[in-house]
């Protein structure tokens, strides 16, 4: 029995492979700021080949680097693709931090800094999981694929191009997304679904140069346009007012509402930690769950004009600024939202208004009834000996469709980090055992994916 | 006859009145931050000392200081007082002046720099005036009283309590105001009345920290909430919809209408400095100026909320803020406008929405009848050789009302900007020229309100 064998290998080398966390983790890569990226991809790429697999930095002409490593499979034709990035959010609220975000502190079990749970704990687990295959069976079942992005933090904007221009490279027949974590049950979480994004940014503008506040009888005030044409997009009772904006939306289906019955939706710890007494429209329960994975969304990201200091100014300004983001579902494909922005906003006299688009991706969904879908989520009750909970997809947004709609394989999401684990936030952390335990998911994973 | 040598004086030291007001332009004061401001006391009280007239400066409990100057008269019961203030408006946006706001730089026969039009340039040509009266003709022909604020940009909202407790320091026969311009055809204006403000900053709350905006469905979002609650404070139609707004408001009288004919609103200069092709509602002529001057206002100053920098940011915000000034015509009251503000908010369901009120003054204006106004009217016309355009009141705030209402004294404002001055905006400035006749145009009231 193999996966014994290489279990074995991974508990007998996981002081090592904790040690390799801790030095890609002490490598600072914040791709809003463009630090670190280069030495970071080249770090991964060393840690690639350090396992055994071929690797190899495919510089991009506008973006960041990928990173791309390969393994063949000597007995099989499947080939199985990791996702992953080793570009992390800004460490900001340093103040916040109780250890170095760029330290790798071990303390209580736990491994301390900035990119452990989004997304280098998860690279590393999958590497050393190859390795343990190469280390003790000598070769892998199946061939194996890794992309490690280094833009996913920032929207992954030149990812469709790479792809396009190397759709050859990255054909592959099932595909294991950056993501996941046991909840605070301990049971592993797997999800087969992302939401897509769109954000723009709307500008108003008024007179040449802003004006004394006197003259409002006579100036346009581009904050008073910006609040009048924003007003038009969704209303209190939270709906979105965009000409056709629901047009494509469905409704969660029977067989996935069974799903959300099954996902221990933790409410009272999340209003907690959000000081909030209830949420929106007083949604609670199954509503709630429902409301979060399967209703689109239009959220104000920032708004600026004129004077925001300390005390008054009676300036009437002369721009106006609204940064917005739609999350959205399946079947709504950011550019037909795009411009069903741009024709309600000019169908209600708002055609002043410019719109800049700053990025976007499209939601996807793997349906559940695929059978990688089925071989992951026996993996995990295996491996973590606990049922698993099935989110037939999630709230968050990522570039996943390029490799589900583009590549045409099922993606599944699937990774090491724990509840608490406050990715993008400070103290963000993974344990020590979920690490170990992670890795060895990964090896399950190819195990069972070679047998299917 | 005294005017002729005082003329000449003023020409002799034209570059000494020059070089004292680049050095008060130099010496930043803006209330709104608290910046500058006992440093500029000080000098302006320096100022007037070496001007011959006595100084003090008197400080405030709570507020800015207020510089007070006095030259009595050997000859006359009469006295004239000026309003003036030390304090600017913030220069920001810094990016669009094209130089230092703080560096009084001379070009092209102006001076530019925070503060030149509003009113430092009015300070130290009014001080000027009294110098060259004391040394050409030894002595002041009327008593002349200073009160120099140091919050007129923030509402003036200490004065109050300092006039009811200087009352009889400050008793005048006449009062002349802290601003005035010539138009663009060389006329001198000058305006009999002011409108009342209301300054106030709105806030809304959302959950005790900024949230991922994947989270949306469930978490409220305070700059909806803001736009939302904005929206019901003015339509598109330029309409205020806060009940009873409209209650006090009393269109111009027959009388007033005939004055307004005689202004010569330079409409199309106007709208090209503004880079305006329409004023709102496409008002002209007449009707536009009858709405600069008898029409209240609700102006958005500023908007801030989330993530303002470059490119998208997925966040859902934690807060939102909204500064609004509302310009009120006479009988609208501040402390009536802020409660119906706080009424038609709360019956709108944004009774979480913070009110928080930054200052307000009152609407006042001096009947064109007083004789003090004819005095004036005739000395304009006299210094500049041109037809003066009488405002019965103006589009802008100031504490007017205190004087006028409190005191009992007729109060005309003139001053020496320009019809470009842009006080308020980036790159405000005055002409060497317009401070230097309106330093003669002082000394001439002065003389023919003696002789009236």
Known sequence: ????????????????????????????????????????????????????ISARIIPEEEGNPVVYGEVKSERSRKTLLFYDHYDVQPPEPLEEWICDPYGGEIREGKIYGRGTSDNKGDIVSRLKAVQAYLETVGSVPVNIRFLVDGEEEIGSPHLPPFIQKHRGLLSADAAIWEFGETDRMGRPCIYLGLKGVLTVELRARGASRDAHSSEAPLIPNPAW????????????????????FYDEVEPPSAGEIEFLRNIPFEEKEEKRDLGLKNFLRNLSGLNALKALLYQPTCTINGLLAGYTGIGPKTVLPNKAMAKLDFRLVPRQM???????????????????????????????????????????????????????????????????????????????????????????????????????????????????????
């Not at 290998?9 to 492979?17: P, V």
């Not at 346009?225 to 056709?244: P, Q, S």
């Open 1 to 52: 029995m193999p996966l014994e064998n290489i279990y074995k290998y991974i508990d007998a080398n996981s002081q090592k492979f904790v040690n390799d966390l801790v030095q890609l983790v002490r490598q600072p890569s914040v791709s809003a700021k463009k630090e670190g990226i280069q030495k970071c991809a080249e770090l991964t790429a060393k840690m690639m080949k350090d396992a055994g």
């Open 225 to 244: 346009r910006l609040v009048w044409a924003l007003n038009t997009l969704k209303n209190e009772r939270e709906e979105i007012l965009i000409d056709g």
């Open 334 to 452: 950011p550019n037909e939202i795009l411009g069903k922005l741009k024709k309600h906003l000019a169908n209600r006299g708002f055609g002043d208004i410019e719109i800049i688009e700053h990025g976007s991706t499209e939601p996807t969904k793997t349906p559940i009834t695929e059978s990688f879908v089925q071989v992951v989520i026996k993996t995990a009750e295996e491996v973590y000996c606990k049922k698993a909970v099935v989110y037939p997809t999630s709230a968050a947004s990522g570039p996943m469709h390029l490799f589900r709609n583009w590549l045409g394989c099922p993606v599944v999401s699937v990774g090491c980090a724990h509840a608490e684990s406050r990715g993008h936030a400070p103290n963000e952390n993974i344990t020590l055992d979920g690490f170990i335990k992670g890795t060895k998911f990964m090896a399950a994973i190819i195990h069972y994916f070679s047998l299917s």
